[in-house]
């Protein structure tokens, strides 16, 4: 019998950890920089929290079953999960903003994806919460960007939209219209869109909207054209503005992602109101999303037993779309860590003795890998073999009385 993974399942080997590790601390670094703390949530959570008052859709949620028949799941995303844990056992007026991140597994079914039907996924990313406005959403970009630069990638587009914009101009719909041209428009399908039975009038508007995106400054005009109420206008004002002061932050020294201003753009998950964005990058693939994120002013009152919230703003970095990206560019380690030493106790008598050596070696202020030879190879020039092909370069042979005869491997 040959025993395989479940469906949507994989494994990662030490290489592969090796290179997910490197991302992830390169991002980490940049999170502590900003002063964001790391968060652990439950992978399992009760359906009502994981749902986020329907902005997650069910069918993406892989669900178990208590005891009790209380709906249970494991979690499709990380902010519900971080809503949850800050009302809950975070609230407070002096606690606020909360700048926290993480490194997690994301569990995750149904939809297209680029990797077989896999439903286990990493993610990194960080949570701004308590802090609305234009200094808090400029403060999450410009720590993406530093994030894009830390792991040397230079070759990236920001996506960037307004959630609560494109939903009001989408409200010219009839409701049984509001959702295909929501839908056509985020998945980019002009013929649905010219399709769909509509009145010339409406079929002019959706199409100006599925046009809505270029050069900032150009799609900023073009809205303005519209007839806009004041929370639209402030919306449009507050992009602009945006705008402007990330251009006017940006370091000479750091590269810096051309922006592209998408009002078509819309998030899998549907809590966003206010900006929304991804980070793409073209490959020799394709184009694919590294990340995404945006504001969601509401999320954190659904788990508030009296409803109040919080604003909240972040993104997340899809570590296996980062991953394939940096391999191709050769950005990523291409070896596990080799160890520093090989200990080798000469006879039985000496195995206490070749044990407390290795811990001395290992008790360095620098990390020093120490394997001990267990007995396996039966001459001397095994035992050389194995600590060339492993690149080992030291050996230790330690003799009953604990003094070592070190031999360097060439």
Known sequence: MVHQLPLGARDLLPLDVTQKLWIEQHLQQVFHRWGYHRIITSTLERLDTLMAGGAVQRSTVIQLLEAEDQGLGLRPELTASIARTVVTRMAGGSWWPQRLYYNANIFRKGGKTNYGGQQEFYQAGVELLGAGGLLADTEILLLLQECLQAVNLSDCHLILGEAGLTRSLLSAFPDKLKEPVREAIANLDRITLEALPMSQELRERALFLFDLRGQPQEVLSQVSQLELDSEQQQALNNLKSLID????????????????????LIQTFDYYTGIVFDVVSSTESGARVLAQGGRYDELLGLYHPQGETQPGIGFSFNIEDLH???????????????????????????????????????????????????????????????????????????????????EPVS
């Open 245 to 264: 002061l990330l251009q006017n932050c940006y370091s000479p020294q750091i590269y810096q992602p051309k922006i592209v201003l998408d009002l078509s």
């Open 324 to 406: 394939q990206v940096l391999l191709g560019i050769n950005q990523l380690p291409q070896d596990v860590p080799t160890s520093d030493w090989l200990v080798v106790p000469e006879t039985p008598q000496a195995y206490a003795a070749a044990f407390a050596y290795a811990e001395k070696l290992r008790e360095s202020t620098q990390l020093v890998r120490v394997e001990m030879e267990l007995g396996h190879r039966e001459n001397v020039e095994d035992l050389r073999d194995y600590a060339r092909c492993r690149g080992i370069h030291q050996i230790a042979w330690v003799s009953l009385e604990g003094v070592p005869r070190i």
